[in-house]
């Protein structure tokens, strides 16, 4: 079976592929009087071209368990894909650029809890994989009429290994 190593998400490794939405870092100034802190432009939402509008969704990730294996990627062509999560559960992301898709340029993260992401374009990605526990993630994708989703099914799956610190939420 192919593997493939799962690394910590950071904006510098995520780059090609989108967005790394955390408060971290980001841009930031007080609003309302002083009351709120405004955590500002965190990602590239792209939605609108050819008739599209913006859709904002709940999704509710059931957890997987290890070891975590995939069978599939898939891409939104037409649209970016932000993922929020609602809690501080750990998730892993497996993506891979662009235009064809090439399993030898996939890609896995494990990101914390508060961190989200926004997959730009056409970027191939695996569905949701939540861990520990059920997993609540705010959703902003593209509506429109146009279908905006290719899958793509792999002949062997893939098995994601962590590289270098295990997180103690990925232990099942």
Not at 33 to 41: A, L
Not at 137 to 142: A, E, G, N
């Amino acid at each position: 079976m192919k593997t493939l190593r799962i690394t910590r998400l950071t904006r510098e490794a995520f780059a090609p592929f989108g967005d790394v939405i955390e408060l971290d870092g980001a841009r930031h100034f007080p609003i309302n009087g002083g009351t709120t802190e405004r955590f500002h432009d965190l990602a590239t939402v792209d939605v609108c071209g050819d008739g599209g509008r913006p859709l904002i969704n709940v999704f509710r990730g059931q957890p997987r368990a290890w070891p975590l294996e995939i069978a599939m990627m898939e891409r939104h062509p037409l649209g970016s894909q932000a993922f929020l999560p609602l809690s501080d559960a750990c998730y892993v992301i497996v993506v891979a650029p662009a235009g064809e898709f090439d399993a030898a340029r996939m890609r896995a993260f494990w990101a914390e809890g508060g961190q989200g992401v926004n997959y730009a374009k056409g970027v191939w990605h695996h569905p949701l994989l939540a861990l520990g526990r059920v997993s609540d993630f705010v959703v902003i994708d593209r509506g429109g009429e146009q279908p905006n989703c290719d899958e793509i099914a792999f002949t062997e799956p893939w098995r994601l290994e962590m590289q270098g610190e295990r997180i103690a939420e990925t232990e099942t």
